[in-house]
Each structure stands twice: as structure tokens, then as C-alpha cells.
């Protein structure tokens, strides 16, 4: 809102399209968080992994800095990350007016992190609620 409203920059492309991309980072994020709840059976760890996985978004993004010529890992970290997808919608959208057909390969991404995470996040905590006692071991 602040770039494309406030600030009088206005939306190339579509704002339903962002709004959409949006939505599915969030959920990207809360189903990322949950795997890591399902896989970790401890709060606290969960939410340090989630942090730390959060957390590096920016730097690693491409946002910040670029990618060009950084190490491998940094290039695959970056792609490990929903916000990076994100990015490349905001930029296609909100800056250049790309058409769908361009801005499908984000949305897609996207919702893949939301549905593979969020299906083994689902399938290890229903196993988990069958075991409450698995929740008290380390």
C-alpha cells in the first residue's frame, strides 16, 4: 500500500495478483513454522528455526544484496525461501505490469511451499496426536 497508494507509485499489474501472492507467503511462512513444530515437538525450537528460516529472508532474498556471482549456498538458500518468490511477483506486478503467464511461475512457486509444507506439517502432527506422550521426549 505504501508504494503503490501513499507514495503515488500506482500498480503496473494487477493488485489482485499481489494480494494473492501475498496471502500465499504468509501461508507459506505459518505452514513452514508448523513442519517445524510437527518436526521438532518442542515450541520454543520451533519458533527459533522459524526465526532464524524468517529471518534471513531479506539478506538472502536478493533484495538487499544481489545474487549475481554469490556462493552456491547462498543461491540455493535463496530459493529455499517464499519471500524470494515473492519478490519476483512484487517486481513483475507492481513495477513492470508483467501478464499472468509470467507471474504464474511465483504464484506456483509459492503455493508449492505452501502445500508441501503444509501437508507433512499435517501428516507428522496427526502422528504426533496419536502419541501424546511422544511430545514430552527430546
Given at each position: 500500500?505504501?508504494?503503490?497508494?501513499?507514495?503515488?507509485?500506482?500498480?503496473?499489474?494487477?493488485?489482485?495478483?499481489?494480494?494473492?501472492?501475498?496471502?500465499?507467503?504468509?501461508?507459506?511462512?505459518?505452514?513452514?513454522?508448523?513442519?517445524?513444530?510437527?518436526?521438532?515437538?518442542?515450541?520454543?525450537?520451533?519458533?527459533?528455526?522459524?526465526?532464524?528460516?524468517?529471518?534471513?529472508?531479506?539478506?538472502?532474498?536478493?533484495?538487499?544484496?544481489?545474487?549475481?556471482?554469490?556462493?552456491?549456498?547462498?543461491?540455493?538458500w535463496s530459493e529455499l525461501l517464499p519471500f524470494t518468490a515473492y519478490l519476483k511477483l512484487q517486481a513483475q506486478q507492481l513495477d513492470i505490469?508483467?501478464?499472468?503467464?509470467?507471474?504464474?511461475?511465483?504464484?506456483?512457486?509459492?503455493?508449492?511451499?505452501?502445500?508441501?509444507?503444509?501437508?507433512?506439517?499435517?501428516?507428522?502432527?496427526?502422528?504426533?496426536?496419536?502419541?501424546?506422550?511422544?511430545?514430552?521426549?527430546?
Amino acid at each position: 500500500m505504501w508504494l503503490a497508494a501513499i507514495r503515488g507509485g500506482g500498480v503496473a499489474g494487477g493488485m489482485a495478483w499481489l494480494m494473492l501472492g501475498q496471502a500465499l507467503m504468509y501461508l507459506a511462512y505459518a505452514a513452514i513454522a508448523l513442519l517445524f513444530v510437527a518436526v521438532t515437538r518442542n515450541m520454543a525450537s520451533a519458533l527459533s528455526m522459524a526465526g532464524l528460516y524468517a529471518g534471513t529472508s531479506l539478506a538472502f532474498s536478493g533484495a538487499t544484496f544481489p545474487l549475481q556471482g554469490a556462493p552456491w549456498f547462498s543461491r540455493l538458500w535463496s530459493e529455499l525461501l517464499p519471500f524470494t518468490a515473492y519478490l519476483k511477483l512484487q517486481a513483475q506486478q507492481l513495477d513492470i505490469g508483467s501478464p499472468l503467464s509470467v507471474s504464474a511461475w511465483p504464484l506456483a512457486i509459492l503455493s508449492l511451499f505452501t502445500l508441501i509444507a503444509g501437508t507433512v506439517g499435517i501428516v507428522l502432527m496427526a502422528r504426533a496426536t496419536r502419541d501424546p506422550v511422544a511430545w514430552g521426549r527430546q
